[in-house]
């Protein structure tokens, strides 16, 4: 059974920082998939960035520059580094996995319903 446990959001003034993790467990296949998303007040859920299981990742162009996807294997642990944060980035961030297939994203893009497991997200609050 695939989990996934976010953490690390918070409130932050503009200009700031967070990190958010997520523990990752039950991923059964060697090809996998983990990536972000986040849905705004309003605005429909969106990608931010993917990780392949070769290690490879990929950012949204909407965020490029001031986020940074990682992982920790050694602890099964996937970060979201958000820096220059701006009030436009409120969101509730979510982790997501897929396992089987190796595909993350369809070019720049990182849609949803390529990732069947989710946690449970974490909210990000930025004032200005």
């Known amino acids: 059974q695939v989990q996934l446990v976010e953490s690390g959001g918070g409130s932050v003034q503009a200009g700031g920082s967070l990190r958010l993790s997520c523990e990752y467990s039950?991923?059964?296949?060697?090809?996998?998939?983990l990536a972000w998303f986040r849905r705004a007040p309003g605005k429909e859920r969106e990608g931010i960035g993917s990780l392949h299981y070769t290690g490879s990742s990929m950012i949204s162009s909407s965020v490029k520059g001031r986020f940074t996807i990682s992982q920790d294997t050694a602890k099964n642990i996937l970060h979201l580094d958000m820096n220059n944060l701006d009030p436009d980035d409120t969101a509730i961030y979510y982790c997501?996995?897929?396992?089987?297939?190796?595909?993350?994203?369809?070019?720049?893009?990182?849609?949803?319903?390529?990732?069947?497991?989710w946690g449970q997200g974490t909210q990000v609050a930025v004032s200005s």
């Open positions: 997501a996995a897929e396992h089987g297939s190796g595909i993350c994203r369809t070019g720049p893009m990182i849609p949803p319903t390529l990732y069947h497991y």
């Open positions: 039950g991923l059964t296949s060697s090809k996998y998939c």
